[in-house]
Nanobody, 123 residues
């Protein structure tokens, strides 16, 4: 199983980035997919998750209205559109896959993890 995250970078506050996570080696369409982030010195934090159909999503309160998670099951890819970025969004962002039916937000509920992509937001 491989989860390849990409799309991170350096952006000014107020800017946008779109993260992608391409999955292989698993039945992507049957997995809950999530995005987490980890800033230096902090624990890994749930950001967003989406169920297999895309009909159910869940977000960290501080990103609601700014971030949107979506998926394309035909491309085995999950996305995280991040708008109105803030310096406090700076972190390494990880995608993850869970053998779950309902959306989950705890790292221990996820079975596979990608390698992470750095997002840096300057003030």
């Amino acid at each position: 199983v491989q989860l390849q995250a990409s799309g991170g970078g350096l952006v000014h506050a107020g800017g946008s980035l779109r993260l992608s996570c391409a999955a292989s080696g698993l039945t992507f369409s049957r997995k809950v997919m999530g995005w987490f982030r980890q800033a230096p010195g902090k624990e890994r934090e749930f950001v967003a998750a989406i169920n297999w159909s895309g009909g159910s999503t869940r977000y960290l309160d501080s990103v609601k209205g700014r971030f949107t998670i979506s998926r394309d099951n035909a491309k085995n890819t999950v996305y995280l559109q991040m708008n109105s970025l803030k310096p406090e969004d700076t972190a390494v962002y990880y995608c993850a896959a869970a053998y779950r039916v309902v959306v989950v937000a705890t790292p221990s509920d996820y079975d596979y993890w990608g390698q992470g992509t750095q997002v840096t937001v300057s003030s």
